[in-house]
């Protein structure tokens, strides 16, 4: 724990490194450094002392834990009244900016089913093929908040409407994740939970809007617990019963300070355990080379379609030049909910632990890419800022 918090925080505040890399993305890179790979093939004896099974046991369970928490937060925070308020423009953004990178990433799934090392033990050619696909279009709504924060946009129109954008984009994504975690074999049981959570679901809400408002924290608490056991009973994974748990649950329920500071809490205390257990998994068996390449063509075509999707949707509602650019460079911010995908890709064995690396790597460099190229982009453009449509 000593090494989780100490190590990030002195090179993010020392070396000054806010705005081309957040706090969250440099814990990320030290837990790679500290994974097996790097700390690991430098220092076996001395990885092997500060890592063992039970000191991995015991940080893996609070990383559940907070990213459980965190992707709930995400989901409580969705608001699909507003992107149903501005649907025509909300959908053909949406819909483009997730759509095209996806075939993008797809592209280069393909291309890596032809190399051994890549693809799970567990997974169909469609499952990783989509899996990866998925990877290159997620934008990661948490991350993406506190880079508007940063940026001052976050309560302005333009803030809101990119945020309408990711809040879409994110009930795709894990719908997707349900679809390549499907499993034939107990179709029933997952079916059968699906059924049981929306019944749960309207007796749940109905249940919140009558009890005093410092009960529903805790309550909140115990819904999330046993909607991600059900979803991981059923075959498809608690961080899909975590999303779910939170999608329908209202914002307006919970005071928004205060859900604000949780999110922040978690990310202060408790997400950091989360990055250096995703650092752990990090392989570099294939060789260093062959994943960085892989990692390059997964960035060219994350960042790449993502682009071209918001100009495409920019031409069909007339946005002003350079409009699509900065809303593609932030929406192709990755990070946190693209680890917590692939996370769950690896865990059912769709990837291999290379893959697992190279999408890690796409993450980080694609979320450190976002302030830079936006910042200055912003400021030849204020007038974006106030703009509702």
Same mark, same amino acid.
């Given at each position: 724990?000593?090494?989780?918090?100490?190590?990030?925080?002195?090179?993010?505040?020392?070396?000054r490194?806010?705005?081309?890399?957040?706090?969250?993305?440099?814990?990320i890179? !030290?837990?790679i450094v500290?994974?097996p790979?790097?700390?690991g093939?430098?220092?076996?004896?001395?990885?092997?002392?500060i890592?063992? @099974?039970?000191v991995i046991?015991?940080?893996?369970g609070?990383?559940?834990?907070?990213?459980?928490?965190f992707?709930m937060i995400?989901g #409580?925070?969705?608001?699909?009244?507003? %992107?149903w308020?501005h649907?025509?423009e909300?959908?053909?953004?949406?819909?483009?900016?997730?759509g095209?990178?996806?075939?993008?990433?797809?592209? !280069?799934?393909?291309a890596?089913?032809?190399?051994?090392?890549?693809v799970?033990?567990k997974? $169909?050619p469609?499952?990783f093929?989509?899996? !990866?696909?998925?990877?290159?279009?997620?934008?990661?709504?948490?991350?993406?908040?506190l880079?508007?924060?940063?940026?001052e946009?976050?309560r302005?129109?333009?803030?809101q409407? #990119?945020l309408?954008?990711a809040? #879409?984009?994110?009930i795709?994504?894990?719908?997707v $994740?349900?679809?390549?975690?499907?499993?034939w074999?107990r179709?029933?049981?997952?079916?059968?939970?699906?059924?049981?959570?929306?019944?749960a679901?309207?007796l749940?809400?109905?249940?919140?809007?009558?009890? @005093?408002?410092?009960d529903?924290w805790?309550?909140?608490?115990i819904?999330?617990?046993?909607c991600?056991?059900?979803?991981d009973?059923?075959?498809?994974?608690?961080?899909?019963?975590?999303?779910?748990a939170?999608?329908?649950?209202?914002?307006?329920?919970?005071?928004?300070?205060?859900?604000?500071?949780l999110?922040n809490?978690v990310?202060?205390?408790?997400?950091p355990v989360?990055?250096?257990s995703?650092?752990?998994?990090?392989?570099?068996?294939?060789?260093?080379?062959?994943v960085f !390449?892989?990692?390059?063509?997964?960035?060219? %075509?994350?960042?790449?379609?993502?682009l071209?999707?918001?100009?495409?949707a920019g031409?069909?509602?007339?946005?002003? @030049?350079?409009?699509?650019?900065?809303i593609g460079w932030?929406?192709?911010?990755?990070?946190l909910?693209?680890i917590?995908?692939?996370n769950?890709?690896?865990?059912?064995?769709? #990837?291999?632990?290379?893959?697992?690396?190279?999408?890690?790597?796409?993450?980080?460099?694609?979320?450190?890419?976002?302030?830079p190229?936006?910042? @200055?982009?912003?400021?030849?453009?204020r007038?974006?800022?106030?703009?509702?449509?």
């Amino acid at each position: 724990m000593l090494l989780i918090f100490s190590i990030p925080w002195l090179i993010w505040r020392l070396g000054r490194t806010d705005y081309w890399a957040p706090l969250v993305v440099v814990q990320i890179i !030290v837990g790679i450094v500290l994974g097996p790979g790097m700390l690991g093939r430098a220092y076996p004896e001395y990885y092997q002392f500060i890592f063992n @099974p039970a000191v991995i046991g015991a940080l893996n369970g609070i990383a559940w834990w907070a990213v459980m928490l965190f992707v709930m937060i995400a989901g #409580i925070e969705l608001d699909l009244a507003k %992107a149903w308020q501005h649907r025509r423009e909300s959908a053909v953004t949406a819909s483009l900016a997730l759509g095209v990178p996806m075939v993008a990433g797809s592209v !280069v799934g393909i291309a890596l089913l032809g190399y051994a090392g890549w693809v799970g033990s567990k997974a $169909l050619p469609w499952q990783f093929v989509l899996g !990866v696909g998925m990877s290159c279009a997620v934008t990661a709504l948490p991350i993406l908040v506190l880079l508007l924060e940063k940026l001052e946009i976050l309560r302005q129109p333009i803030g809101q409407r #990119i945020l309408r954008y990711a809040s #879409i984009d994110d009930i795709a994504i894990w719908g997707v $994740l349900a679809l390549i975690l499907l499993d034939w074999e107990r179709v029933g049981r997952q079916v059968g939970f699906l059924l049981a959570f929306g019944i749960a679901t309207i007796l749940y809400r109905r249940l919140m809007v009558r009890i @005093p408002h410092a009960d529903r924290w805790y309550v909140a608490l115990i819904w999330l617990a046993a909607c991600a056991f059900g979803a991981d009973w059923s075959g498809l994974h608690y961080m899909v019963g975590a999303f779910l748990a939170g999608v329908v649950m209202d914002a307006a329920w919970f005071d928004q300070s205060k859900m604000d500071m949780l999110r922040n809490h978690v990310l202060i205390v408790l997400m950091p355990v989360f990055f250096l257990s995703t650092g752990l998994r990090t392989s570099w068996e294939l060789g260093g080379a062959a994943v960085f !390449v892989a990692a390059a063509a997964l960035l060219v %075509a994350s960042i790449g379609g993502k682009l071209i999707g918001t100009h495409i949707a920019g031409k069909v509602l007339g946005w002003e @030049p350079g409009e699509a650019g900065i809303i593609g460079w932030l929406l192709q911010t990755k990070a946190l909910i693209m680890i917590i995908f692939a996370n769950v890709l690896l865990d059912k064995q769709i #990837i291999t632990a290379a893959t697992f690396t190279a999408l890690l790597l796409m993450a980080v460099a694609s979320t450190m890419l976002t302030v830079p190229v936006v910042y @200055p982009r912003l400021n030849r453009m204020r007038q974006l800022i106030f703009r509702t449509t």
